[in-house]
Nanobody, 115 residues
């Protein structure tokens, strides 16, 4: 059974930082591309950042320079370090594991940026 379990969300003030984690089980983690997506109320889910099995990364323009994605294959975990958070970063953040026809989602973790 595939499980992606996100953690690390919460309430933070503008300008603050959070680190999200996504622990995977039931998959050969090292061969999957991993991504973080987010969905704000009333909006579509959008890609935030992704990292390939080889460690190449890509970022949405709205987080480039503020967020960093990384992975630890030994721990089967992908991280999203979020710095200089803005109120518009408020959303549910989802972890995704992608291997072409095999695609899995976590349950999401809420991030709220507010003073």
């Amino acid at each position: 059974q595939v499980q992606l379990v996100e953690s690390g969300g919460g309430l933070v003030q503008p300008g603050g930082s959070l680190r999200l984690s996504c622990a995977a089980s039931g998959i050969i983690f090292s061969i999957y591309a991993m991504g973080w997506y987010r969905q704000a109320p009333g909006k579509q889910r959008e890609l935030v950042a992704a990292i390939t099995s080889g460690g190449n990364t890509k970022y949405a323009d709205f987080v480039r320079g503020r967020f960093t994605i990384s992975r630890d294959n030994a721990k089967k975990t992908v991280y999203l370090q979020m710095n200089r958070l803005k109120p518009e970063d408020t959303a549910v953040y989802y972890c995704n594991a992608d291997r072409g026809s095999l695609n899995h989602w976590g349950q999401g973790t809420q991030v709220t940026v507010s003073s």
